[in-house]
């Protein structure tokens, strides 16, 4: 990830609904969910849904999914943990063992790690 494509993403979440938006995939898991239960759940218009949506599928940060008539928005993972490890590369100069206990567990999560 390079500083150009870091700030489209971070200005992509600049936004209350579309933070809130990305919180709730985020806490979705990979199923992601409906359009309509985005908007539900965040107290959007279909419309002003369909734009955040939108912005942040442009950043690369969600990604949609036809189902029938549907289309489902799933967090794209492997794109945030990019932007977590260029956010945190050069955290304490370079050497993770100075690094607190927090983004230490944070760094182990973006290289797939699980304990």
């Not at 600049?14 to 359009?35: C, E, K, M, N, T």
Request: with cysteine; charged share 25%.
């Amino acid at each position: 990830m390079d500083n150009t494509e870091a700030v489209t993403c971070l200005a992509a979440l600049a936004h209350d609904q579309r933070l809130a938006i990305f919180r709730l995939l985020v806490r979705q898991g990979p199923s992601g969910l409906p359009a309509g239960e985005i908007a539900e759940a965040v107290d959007a218009t279909p419309t002003g849904a369909s734009f955040h949506l939108k912005e942040l599928d442009r950043a690369g940060l969600i990604h949609a999914t036809r189902v029938g008539r549907y289309i489902r928005y799933a967090v794209h993972f492997d794109k945030v943990r990019q932007m977590l490890t260029f956010l945190t590369e050069d955290c304490c100069q370079g050497n993770p063992e100075l690094c607190g206990p927090t983004l230490k567990k944070a760094r182990k999560l973006c290289k797939g790690e699980t304990k």
